[in-house]
């Protein structure tokens, strides 16, 4: 047999060390999975979705309820695009805490955080498609956020929104980004990414030498593994679909630029708290760009993390990059707790 693109991604055999649950948390397989139950379920969505101001939520009511399994595969689409946030979180802290992220996986873990930003950017897309009352923070609050950017602000928002105000061209454009521009961006890096693991020498190992075990896994070990990861999540994901539905609420009557109680978006709570503390562009734009940034600096500011510290949970050499990555991340979920709880 030729080899192919599945041959690439699975070597004959892999050190059996880092193919473990414990060692990858199967994060990165998994976030390969909800992408295509993403792309499976949003494919069919399609179908009934109406992108325009009058009839985008209705639309989703007549999906939901009338349309017979339509229910499932909107709640399917809505927890797998969740999970596919928590799960992409924690592979990247996974690479980080195994020293995973410096030279030679550097330019890895820059695409990664990439996909990381686009898949924010999904959700926060695919949120805001539902044109109900449930989503007004986001549309108002999220888009008014570009204006205070300085100089580039108003043209970033006319761009952004399609016009002054909100209405159907913002609706068309956030469509045409969620189902065609920022998915296909996420198909092609997501390729990239699986494919320079290879490029890169494979998942990140101690030196043969300095293993403590030194047992590999044959490439049908590791498919029976993903196959019954597979699975696992498969059915976790069917329980949750059908136990707690995705949210819903009334059409937006009026696209008007109040806020009154609106709520960000869980993976936006964060910034919805940040922003009750000051200045609109410091705390919505600034702090979430530095906080991105600070992720992309890691891999230059710990270039030096010997070969032989990587590939293991918590290397000595890493552990100023592994405080930095759980400070941010806890400032994240202390001030989406903080805000939940309002
Ligand atoms: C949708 C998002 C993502 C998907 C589907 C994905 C998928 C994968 C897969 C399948 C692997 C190999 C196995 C594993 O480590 O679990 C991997 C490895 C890797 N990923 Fe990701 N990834 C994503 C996001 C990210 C992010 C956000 C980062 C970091 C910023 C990142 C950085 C890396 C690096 C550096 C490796 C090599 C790790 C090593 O050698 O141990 N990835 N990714």
Known sequence: MRPNFFH?????????????FRYTLG?????????????????????????????AALSVQTLTY???????????????AQALVVVTVVHLLRVIFTGSF?????FNYL????????ILFLDFTG??????????????????LLKTIPSLGKSLYGLVVGGS?????????????????????????????????????????????????NARISRFELVRREVLAMLLSAAALFVLAALLPAPIAAPIQAASDSLGEARAPWFFLWIQQLLRLG???????????????????????????????????????????????AGIVLAWLVLTILESLR
């Open 111 to 118: 695409l990664g955080l990439g996909l990381l930003a686009l």
């Open 27 to 55: 994060a990165g397989g998994l976030g390969i999975f909800l992408s295509l139950v993403l792309l499976v379920t949003g494919a069919l969505e399609m179908f009934f979705y109406i992108p325009s101001p009058e009839q």
């Open 165 to 213: 105000t909100l209405g159907a061209a913002t609706l068309i454009r956030f469509y045409s980004w969620h189902v065609f521009g920022l998915t296909l961006a996420v198909v092609i890096l997501g390729i990239w990414h699986a494919f320079r693991v290879r490029r890169d020498g494979g998942i990140a190992a101690p030196p043969p030498k300095q293993r403590t075990n």
């Open 279 to 325: 200045n609109p562009f410091w705390m919505g734009v600034a702090i979430p760009l530095i906080a991105l940034t600070t992720f992309a600096a890691l891999p230059y500011l710990f270039e030096t993390l010997p070969t032989d510290q990587q590939g293991h949970w918590f290397p000595r050499a890493g552990r100023g990059a592994q405080a930095i990555a």
């Open 66 to 80: 009338l349309v017979p399994y339509g229910g499932l595969i909107r709640n399917l689409h809505y927890w797998a």
């Open 8 to 20: 690439h991604l699975h070597p004959p055999s892999i050190p059996a060390e880092q193919s473990r």
């Open 127 to 144: 949120y805001a498609l539902r044109w109900d009352e449930g989503v007004r923070w986001a549309l108002v609050a999220g888009t008014n």
């Open 102 to 106: 410096v030279p030679p996986r550097r």
